[in-house]
């Protein structure tokens, strides 16, 4: 396909999905419509200058490729210039826990009878959220193209991924070779299946992953009984092709955008048919407890909390992000102020929003600030910056040198030697021994 060829790309919510969508596609030579139901965002995104989110490479992006990018208001706009619109709205969890899909069922309700167009599914949505779209309008194309990118490395996760899942029923499938197509310059694997098991796909691989995290945070609990270190446990076990390093990183647990909604959409999925999914009710249960656990180490050491100053580190869920969905930092400000501590925080990129959600913490403009005086500091976020603290200095700027790395990120020894009281998650001497 020469660039002259590529045709126009619609995509309808242009948050990290939809902005990461939109800026590659045009990087790709695509001319794309963007459409959003905020009007500050897309004010925003025609302005130019900074984008309404934090996230590596975009900006250039986004920068580099203004003449094919078109943001607007109006989905008419959209549906005039593109046949494929990746739909990229939020599906955020509702007090039951199901995904909400209000906003997937307010774009399919705006899209014209008649099957010029074809809805490719990028949101997350419950496996047979496809099929009960076409039974409600059955002249609907649609394809399910679930997305696997992180956020810190969104724009390299969509330019080279691991594999593109393509889910289309019969009477789809024209519009399924035209995904394909748009895809297959990436050079990922590109797998075809039904739509029903494509949206399964996705649902599957972050409960999969969700419980690699917390199946290692239980053995680092363990790992602090019996004296034995967490990240060479890890390190043994993901040698071994079958089981892989990734996500074998004991720490606070798992947050963010996805994980916690997906695990509980796919727990709420099985329950509404009967199934009670018992591996995933434990994932999620574990994750709770291993937020709370930095507390039970601080009164290690600090005995009573009230009136203690504690330092967070980092509020963003990960590194190279400022979105706090589901944010430990969020159960852990909220579990200190609970005992009685005073906490102050840094994060470099998410305080604008961390603010909005933590009326009762201090912000402070750099970590060495939210040191000064502190009687202990919880490391949240593994910010490469953090690492680069002149942690001798900080020492003596706290009013006790006491630290509890939540992301095993600092070296125990150095901290040691710079006369820091040393507290990893399942590293040796972590524990009670
Ligand atoms: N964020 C991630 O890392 C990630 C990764 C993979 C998949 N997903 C999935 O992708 C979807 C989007 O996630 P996100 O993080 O980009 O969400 P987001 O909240 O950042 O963005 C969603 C955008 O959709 C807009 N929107 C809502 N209703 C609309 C409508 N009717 N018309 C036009 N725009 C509308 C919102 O204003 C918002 O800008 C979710 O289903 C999520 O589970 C997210």
């Not at 990461?20 to 500050?40: N, S, Y």
Request: hydrophobic content about 40%.
């Amino acid at each position: 396909m020469s660039e002259s060829e590529k045709p126009a790309i619609g995509v309808i919510g242009v948050g990290w999905v939809g902005l990461v969508t939109a800026g590659c596609f045009a990087e790709l030579g695509h001319p794309v419509w963007a459409v959003d139901i905020d009007e500050r965002k897309v004010a925003m995104l025609n302005a130019g200058g900074s984008l309404p989110i934090h996230e590596p490479g975009l900006p250039e992006l986004v920068e580099a490729n203004r003449e094919r990018l078109h943001f607007t208001t109006e989905i008419g706009e959209v549906l005039e210039q593109a046949r494929l619109l990746f739909c990229c709205v939020d599906t955020p969890p509702t007090y039951s826990g199901d995904a909400d899909l209000s906003r997937v069922q307010a774009v399919v309700a705006q899209l014209p009878a008649g099957g010029e167009h074809a809805l490719v599914m990028k949101s997350t949505v419950p496996s047979g959220t496809g099929r009960t779209i076409r039974r409600d309008k059955p002249d609907l194309t649609y394809v399910s193209c679930p997305e696997f990118l992180k956020e810190g490395t969104a724009v390299v996760d969509f330019m080279r991924p691991d594999r593109v899942v393509i889910g289309a029923d019969p009477g789809s499938e024209d519009a399924a070779d035209l995904v394909e197509a748009v895809y297959e310059p990436l050079g990922g694997q590109i797998l075809r299946t039904d739509v029903a098991s494509a949206e399964m796909i996705k649902l599957a691989s972050n409960a999969f992953l969700a419980t690699k995290i917390s199946f290692i945070n239980e053995i680092a609990v363990v790992c602090e009984e019996v004296g034995a270190d967490v990240g060479e446990v890890a390190r043994g076990m993901g040698l071994d092709e079958r089981i892989a390093p990734g996500f074998l990183r004991a720490g606070l647990g798992w947050g963010g955008s996805c994980f916690g909604k997906d695990v509980s959409a796919l727990k709420k999925l099985a329950a509404n048919s009967g199934y009670h999914f018992q591996l995933i009710t434990s994932v999620i249960e574990v994750n709770e407890l291993q937020k709370r656990r930095v507390v039970g180490k601080l009164s290690k050491h600090l005995g009573n909390l009230v009136g203690k100053q504690i330092a967070l580190l980092g509020f963003a869920f990960k590194p190279h992000t400022d979105d706090m969905r589901d944010a430990s930092s969020l159960v852990l400000a909220a579990r200190l102020l609970g005992e009685g501590a005073r906490v102050r925080g840094y994060d470099p990129v998410a305080e604008h929003r961390a603010r909005k959600l933590l009326p009762s913490v201090e912000f402070s403009d750099s970590a060495a600030e939210a040191l000064d005086g502190a009687d202990a500091a919880v490391l949240v976020t593994e910010w490469p910056e953090f690492a680069e603290l002149d942690w001798g200095e900080m020492a003596v700027r706290m009013a006790n040198p006491l630290i509890v790395d939540g992301r095993n990120f600092l070296d125990p020894e150095r901290m040691r030697a710079a006369g820091y009281t040393y507290e990893g998650i399942g590293r040796a001497s972590s524990g009670t021994r």
